[in-house]
């Protein structure tokens, strides 16, 4: 069952050139391929440029009192003593913001945040008070001379609890708010999946919590605010994701003209979602820069980061299978607390208050499916969608791929054929699911299969059975998720009424070198070599003669960022078809070069010739410098060769993947060692191998991170326990294995180069790969589900058949 | 980042010098040498000296010296020196042991045997190998030198007896035949601080008996370092694994965790009964090659 | 306080508070931005240098303490102008993406590798297990350097 026939799509367990570079420098592609990264050659001198390295001139510097407590009434705050140090310039409070209607400020989720607190604080780290000194020394001296006063409320940390009557109410400031509900949100035909669910030989049901989580880059948030008073230009160096989308915020928000706005968002330190959200720092940077007419740097130090801004998940989830008694998958269905703090900032189209979520039908052909999501408010920090989830992806495929587990446990079937014999099959796609999702592509099976292969599934079966015999705990979990990255289109998808869309522009100067303009923003994952190289494969420009420039809304066209795995299905299908228009364009200019009709042109790599005469024909650099020069042009032709585009996708891209992890478990200890992970990844058109296996290899590590260890806990008095890298653990070197891909290609049909995205696959597909094979290995004992992080004291917990939720 | 209140700094250059700048500039003055314990107290301004005695120069205090009957370390001896070193290996693997697990590389290349007793951080290891080990310590002060056991030196979590103007010098381990040592860690993490570990030495006598045992447990809340029950159930028996069960047993029942975010208290009383069997089996195995090699050795 | 130490080979004199610590002496005072910071705790890594050789975390070490040592930051990687074979290492086997992390595991790479010319992977990854990449997964990382090894004689031009 595990061999693999020929497969039907381009497939293999690793690209030759991926394990040998010394090959790939002789073939440097113009084009697609394994490419050194163009960034690199800075990074490795030590010369990024990072938001923190920046110093203007005159420049001061922030610093933020925070809440010490969850939930408290302010009954006062007194900053005189703080005001008064020789080094201060500003100390700002909620009060000094009221009357600028800074105070609060909108949320990408149609809620409102306070920018620093006015009346109550409501979680603990919440902003409360913003100093602006001579140096950062000073401004952290001073936080410690600011007396506030709390009347210390009880908080609500339990989810589960929040809309218990009595419950205190968080969000009293919203008029007319009597309880800690957000919204309620469904998806599917509740009615068909109960009537599925009524005639199924077998229903499993499982609670399933995706605990809290962040995204912890290692370089934490930050701005840089530079008003100019004279100009009324307020420049802003910001650790963002979403420039351009954050200008526009701006905007709306300060009451700064978009044109006298200029964000500027320089090397990012990753992202991972983290630096989508405009927070309080930031805007109150951009106040103390107005009052002091200095610029003002604020940097968070890391407890500040993970303690006040985006974290990612905190779903409760209840999920329930409905299955034949020969393991057909006939529906799934589920309810999900979602715990999204004290206000709603999550960062996700607005169509959507619980993201993506509604793909939890995963890669099964079923019968029916539904959904239903209750938003609630707890004391602490908001949040909830980043870290790599492709706007709640995670949370769907973890619930599925476990109850697909938990199904095969109930049937004593493995859990690999379980998956083979419900998949969608390649000849349904264009595949409409149950909740409303058009599934563009899909080869599931030879994914499957190849992932199997690698890793010598039946022998591993084989050695499990010999050490269950001897009483070792080994387990292996299998994984397979589907996508949906790539957002828009934009008439369904918005953030904030900003239709999610992204352009871009291509000029080729006249000696043949171009430049690409992006509205999307790198925050490691290799942009200016990924997009010179599509660019690279549509002209036959080489990538080294191609500048990307991103990160400057003065300079770049608008688009709505980086997150949800974007950047490549959207902003990349922008440059393909803006490279496209160039080719067209330089079709008309040859055609005048070659005294021949447009229509007699054919195209290869970088130029055009004239057909069935290969000799003649001109270069992209002859035509450009044709473009440029004294030619006359066709009528409607300009004297250049740009173009640009803005790029609405009709539909997201679905990439896929099949994980296979295999753990060993200490019996004496509970301590889980993830020995080998298998990752078959299918992101359509593969651009660049190099970064595409680096982004993969990123995201399971991130798996293992929040499989194993990393976890945002509270204690019942609202104090975060994970506000620090010594409680909040992130995998080592140590942690993790020398992981093993393989990729097949099934191109998006749809897309412009049939490229779907990978940024998020890996995060998104290999938590449940762990987690299954951590319960593998204890189904001995008779363990159906352990929630996560499976720390080495849960996993015993569970051994001894006392498994409990994180919270 | 998080920063320190300002402070006022000097440099000693021998300990003489040190104990001179602490008593000048008086009891708000503390000595610095890793810094990894004091300094991130200090950015968050749990700890604010008024003056910093920065006693990394006192080269005086980095060595490891070896005698027929006892091992003497530098106060100022850094991690990782204890990690390579040769006779440490040989004479007390249980050091080799936790120091694999104590913190990482980096911050081992920083961090002195003498600052972790001085931290008496309840989840320190080498704490626990000291106790273990039965070490003293060596205290200077302006007026002299005294020696204490660690029993005596530690008075609870974060609480020793070296007093504000006296510094650590030593630590002396008393090296004895046909003895084995270990010391297992169980955490959540690389470089994390323990769940709880364990830490065993014993000698045997020459028929094979155990002599003397010492098992110590860390992060358990035990005051003593040590579990006596334990230890008194493995004296005069022969190494077996029903007798390691039993004085693991005993371990378990006599430490009094707490419950925390690494885990609960009976998983943490699991982990003290779990891991004193291992490195009981580990450090009677040691033992019992070490007696082999010193008969061989005989003429 | 005066403040003098060699830093990539210079020896520089400056005047810092008794408090200023290595990273910020380093970054701020120097301008050598190359060296970053990531937490607070010394658990993260990003602020790795060398100091007489040996791998410290620069946000664990105040400038005083440093006074008089010898400092090697990832500036000082490159010598006249040729990349340090880790460097080229880093490049060729992917082994950063956002580079935050980078130049504290380029130093610690560089330390190993003086002192151990031909590690093995686990000997890598211990090497780096006190500094974080949140990007890589760490796995190009130890290829960096294994190709960092196996090209210790080569000449980069940089």
Known sequence: ???????????????????????????????????????????????????????????????????????????????????????????????????????????????????LATDKVRFQGQEVAFVVAEDR??????????????????????????????????????????????????????????????????????????????????????????????????????????PHAHRTLYALVAGIPEHKIRVISPDIGGGFGNKVGIYPGYVCAVVGSIVTGKPVKWVEDRSENLMSTSFARDYLMRGEVAATSDGRILAVRTTVIADHGAFNATAQPT???????????GSYDLEAAHCKVTGVYTNKAPGGVAYACSFRVTEAVYLVERMVDVLAQKLAMDPAELRLKNFIRPEQFPYQNKTGWEYDSGEYETAMRLSMKIAGYDELRREQADKRARGELMGIGVSFFTETVGAGPRRHMDIVGLGMADGAEVRVH???????????????????????????????????????????????????????????PVSGGAVALASRKVRDKARMIASVMLEARPDDLEWEKGRWFVRGDPEQGKTISEIALGAHGTLELPEGVDGNLDAEVTYDPPNLTFPFGAYICVVDIDPGTGVVKVRRFIAVDDCGTRINPMIIEGQVHGGLTDGVGMALMEFIGFDEDGNCLGGSFMDYLIPTSMEVPDWETGYTVTPSPHHPIGAKGIGESATVGSPPAIVNAIVDALQPMGVVHVDMPCTPARVWAAMQGRAQPPV | ???????????????????????????????????????????????RPEWLVDINDLHELDFISEDAEVLRIGALTRHATLLESDVIARLFAIITDAEHVIADPVVRNRGTIGGSLCQADPAEDLSTVCHVLSA???????????????????????????????????????????????????ERRVGDWAIVAAGAAVSLAGDGSIEQARVGLTAVGLDSGTVTRAEEALRGGRPSEELFVEAARLAGEDCSPDSDQRGPVDYKRHLADELTRRVLRRACRRAAEQGAEQTCRLP | ?????????????????????????????????????????????????????????????????????????????????????????FMEEHGLQCGFCTPGMMLTARALLDSNPHPDDHQIREAISGQICRCTGYATIVRSVHWAANHAAEEVPG
């Open chain 2, 1 to 47: 980042m998080q920063i320190p209140a300002a402070f006022d700094y000097a440099r000693a250059d021998s300990v003489e010098h040190a104990l001179e700048l602490l008593e000048q500039h008086g009891p708000e003055s503390r000595l610095i040498a890793g810094g990894h314990s004091l300094l991130p107290m200090m950015k968050l301004r749990l700890a």
């Open chain 1, 351 to 361: 169509k959507y208050p619980a993201g993506f979520f509604h793909i939890f039908t």
């Open chain 2, 136 to 186: 003293e310590v060596v205290i200077r002060g302006r007026s002299g030198e005294r020696t204490l056991s660690m029993a005596d030196l530690h008075r609870g979590p974060y609480e020793t007896a070296v007093a504000q103007d006296e510094i650590l010098t030593e630590i002396r381990l008393p090296v004895r035949p046909r003895f084995g040592s270990a010391y297992e860690k169980v």
């Open chain 3, 1 to 89: 306080m005066q403040i003098a130490m060699t830093v990539n080979g210079e020896q520089v004199t400056r005047d810092a508070e008794p408090r200023v610590l290595l990273v910020h002496f380093i970054r701020e005072v120097l301008g050598l931005t190359g060296t970053h910071t990531g937490c607070d705790t010394s658990n993260c890594g990003v602020c790795v240098v060398l100091m007489d050789g040996k791998p410290v975390k620069s946000c664990t070490v105040l400038a005083a303490m440093a006074a008089g040592h010898d400092v090697r930051t990832v500036e000082g990687l490159a010598k006249n102008g040729t990349l340090d074979p880790v460097q080229q290492g």
């Open chain 1, 137 to 242: 020394y000073a401004a952290r001296d001073a936080l410690e001379l600011i007396k506030v006063e709390y009347d210390v409320l009880p908080p609500v940390m339990d989810a589960r609890k929040a809309l218990d009557p009595g419950m205190p109410v968080i969000r009293d400031d919203l008029e007319g708010r009597t309880d800690n509900h957000i919204f309620d949100w469904e998806a599917g035909d509740s009615a068909a999946t109960d009537a599925v669910f009524a005639r199924a030989d077998v229903v499993v049901s499982q609670d399933v919590v995706y605990p809290r989580v962040h995204p912890a880059p290692m370089e934490t948030c930050g701005a840089i605010a530079d008003y100019d008073p004279i100009d009324g230009k307020l420049t802003l160096y910001e650790t963002t994701q979403a």
């Open chain 1, 510 to 568: 006249p000696t043949g070198k171009a430049v690409v303009r992006l509205s999307v923003q790198s925050q490691g994952q290799g942009h200016e070599t990924t997009f010179a190289q599509i660019v690279a494969e549509e002209l036959g420009i080489p990538p080294e003669s191609i500048e990307v420039v991103h990160g400057d809304t003065d300079q770049t066209p608008f688009g709505l960022g980086t997150y949800g795995s974007r950047s490549t």
């Open chain 1, 1 to 115: 069952m595990t061999t693999l026939d020929e497969p039907p799509v381009p497939a293999g367990p690793v690209d030759e050139r991926e394990r040998n570079p010394a090959a790939a420098a002789e073939d440097r592609p113009i084009g697609f391929g394994r490419l050194q990264r163009k960034e690199d050659p800075r990074f490795v001198r030590g010369k990024g440029h990072y938001l923190d390295d920046i110093t203007l001139p005159g420049m001061l510097h922030g610093a933020v009192l925070r809440s010490p407590v969850a939930h408290a009434r302010l009954v006062s705050i007194d900053t005189t003593a703080a005001a008064a140090h020789p080094k201060v310039r500003a100390v700002i409070t909620g009060k000094d913001l009221e009357p600028l209607n800074l105070a609060w400020a909108p949320t990408l989720s149609a809620d409102v945040q306070a920018v």
